[in-house]
């Protein structure tokens, strides 16, 4: 059973639109929540971490958690062409407990 | 970025032959963790060390074996490679700021075996 769970889409949004990305995973233990973005070719890239439940903004982006649920969502206000990518979700347990990924989103803002 | 790279960038090899892939780190952390990417799976631990010569196994370890003999360089060696390594192959430290050890990776090593 996959421990982290991403819709690999592709997920097409027009520009300018609201991106939402969505991820659960199966272990209630999980403390740390990670959404990376990875460009085809190149490495993934951290661009938001959560550790308790509510939201978290930065800049366009907007992460959001709900433990009880089992639930973590990346929103992304006015899309761009350039946040074309995969987006991946990452859970891990406390400290240095290995990380599990989903096999990522593939998003497509299309201008 | 952080003081990751990963030598080689690519690499073609034949069934059988072993490979050796190397990360270095310039960031003196203790946990280095070696992962390898492919559609469908995602990203899949395949060893980590926290410290020299300390190593453990992660989810996809049959075929791999790694070394540590100093803090800088991690090294992933493939005994004798089969096609199903076929994959690209990520290096990481944990960087993240204020004990939440966000994982970092680097460039990445793409490998095809014939």
């Known amino acids: 059973q996959k421990e982290v769970e991403q819709n690999s889409g592709p997920l097409s949004v027009p520009e300018g639109a609201i991106a939402s990305l969505n991820c659960t995973y199966s272990?209630?233990?999980?403390?740390?929540f990670f959404w990376y973005r990875q460009y085809s070719g190149k490495s993934p890239e951290l661009i938001m971490s959560i550790y308790s439940n509510g939201d978290k903004e930065d800049g366009r982006f907007t992460a959001q958690l709900n433990k009880a649920s089992q639930y973590v969502s990346l929103l992304i206000r006015d899309s761009q062409p350039s946040d074309s990518a995969t987006y991946l979700c990452?859970?891990?347990?406390?400290?240095?407990?290995?990380?599990?990924f989903g096999i990522g989103t593939k998003l497509q803002v299309i201008p | 970025d952080a003081g990751i790279t990963q030598s080689p960038r690519h690499k073609v090899t034949e069934t059988g032959t072993p490979v050796t892939l190397r990360c270095h780190q310039t960031e003196n952390h203790r946990y280095m963790y070696w992962y390898r990417q492919d559609p469908g799976h995602g990203l899949r631990l395949i060893h980590y060390?926290?410290?020299?010569?300390?190593?453990d196994k992660g989810e996809v370890s049959d075929g791999y074996s790694v070394s540590r003999s100093k803090t800088e360089d991690f090294l992933l060696t493939l005994e004798s490679a089969t096609s199903s390594q076929t994959s690209v192959y990520f290096c990481a430290i944990p960087l993240g700021a204020g004990g939440f050890h966000e994982q970092f990776f680097g460039p990445g090593t793409r490998l095809t075996v014939l």
């Open positions: 272990d209630r233990g999980s403390q740390s």
């Open positions: 990452a859970v891990r347990g406390g400290g240095y407990q290995k990380v599990t």
């Open positions: 060390s926290y410290g020299v010569k300390d190593t």
